[in-house]
């Protein structure tokens, strides 16, 4: 079993930056590719970016492109989703996932954390 927990999520005004990370707990976790998602209240949840397990392989929502950035850290079995350039459209709940491919489809993949909140005011 994989356990993922997400954190950085927080209240920031638009135009600014936010950082959330996901610890996974599991030491083979280098083997998953990691995704993130997004929730917002009365819609269904969305594709933002994922990374394959070696972190060669990267793929971004349209909303995401030229302001999210994805990485992960093997080492620490850590998951980043660097958030510039805010908008208020960006909140939602943000949720890790690990899965067996990089994917936009939420059945390619496995295992989900809690959720973070992340909350842009205009």
């Known amino acids: 079993q994989v356990q993922l927990v997400e954190s950085g999520g927080g209240l920031v005004q638009a135009g600014n930056s936010l950082r959330l990370s996901c610890g996974v707990s599991?030491?083979?976790?280098?083997?998953?590719?990691m995704g993130w998602f997004r929730q917002a209240p009365g819609k269904e949840r969305e594709f933002v970016a994922c990374?394959?397990?070696?972190?060669?392989?990267?793929r971004y929502a349209d909303s995401a492109k030229g302001r999210f950035t994805i990485s992960r850290d093997n080492a620490k079995n850590t998951v980043d989703l660097q958030m510039n350039i805010l908008k208020p459209e960006d909140t939602a709940v943000y949720y890790c996932?690990?899965?067996?491919?990089?994917?936009?489809?939420?059945?390619?993949?496995?295992?989900w954390g809690q959720g973070t909140q992340v909350t842009v005011s205009s």
């Open positions: 599991k030491s083979t976790a280098s083997t998953y590719a």
């Open positions: 996932t690990a899965g067996r491919s990089c994917s936009d489809y939420t059945q390619r993949y496995d295992y």
């Open positions: 990374i394959s397990w070696s972190g060669g392989g990267k």
